[in-house]
């Protein structure tokens, strides 16, 4: 596609149910970024995929969050036992080796509300 | 703690005017600085950016101010427009560190007609 795609865009989970979530990333853009948003702020970096390199995980806030990106190329964000703090807009990002440090280019996001 | 700060949540601003966006970051590695722009539901956009080894860099009604002794930068859109109301962040990295963009929270800027 000619955008990162990610889906669902809205998912409402019960506490302490799992959930995964989707990026499709543009095609040939070997790195792969998910950040996410909560209330009040700012983009929160996460998990970090570049190429076949072992993948920066310094952003996942705790053991129940956990990524993987298959092919170099979709990649599943999970959740487990979603607590109501996980509350937030996921965001995916994409870019080519060449893209520069401004060919980030983000899906919509995914707004998680955990009831 | 945060590394990059925008301490101003809001701005309002009447069309026709300037409006600027401030930025502080507390990580002198930083070398590199973006803005991106995010409407609701949809995903940030890079707007515009500027190395450390420049002080300024302009495009069209969008110009980046960068102090880099101070660790401030800032963003001036003269004129706004109500289109620009969205909210702007602002992000820092070190190029050569194979690390991601690091946000700060964000200001919303509403532009009132």
């Known amino acids: 596609g000619a955008g990162v795609s990610q889906s669902p865009s809205n998912k409402v989970t019960e506490k302490g149910k799992d959930v995964e979530l989707r990026c499709d990333p543009i095609s040939g853009h070997t790195a792969l970024y998910w950040y996410r948003q909560s209330l009040g702020q700012g983009l929160e970096f996460l998990i970090y995929f570049q190429g076949n390199s072992a993948p920066d995980k310094s952003g996942l806030p705790s053991d129940r969050f956990s990524a993987e990106r298959t092919g170099g190329s979709v990649s599943t964000l999970t959740i487990q036992r979603t607590q109501q703090e996980d509350s937030a807009v996921y965001l995916c990002?994409?870019?080519?080796?060449?893209?520069?440090?401004?060919?980030?280019?983000f899906g919509s996001g995914t707004r998680l509300t955990v009831v | 703690d945060q590394q990059v700060k925008q301490n101003s949540p809001s701005l309002s601003v009447q069309e026709g005017r300037i409006s600027i966006l401030n930025c502080d970051y507390t990580n002198s590695m930083f070398d590199y600085f973006l803005w991106y722009k995010k409407y609701p539901a949809e995903g940030p956009t890079f707007l515009i950016s500027i190395s450390s080894i420049k002080d300024k860099n302009e495009d069209g009604r969008f110009t980046v101010f960068l102090n880099k002794s101070a660790k401030h930068l800032s963003l001036h859109i003269v004129p706004s427009q109500p289109g620009d109301s969205a909210v702007y962040f602002c992000a820092a990295i070190i190029p050569s560190g194979n690390t991601p963009l690091v946000f700060g929270k964000g200001t919303r800027l509403s532009v009132i007609a």
């Open positions: 990002a994409s870019r080519y080796p060449t893209g520069g440090l401004y060919g980030y280019t």
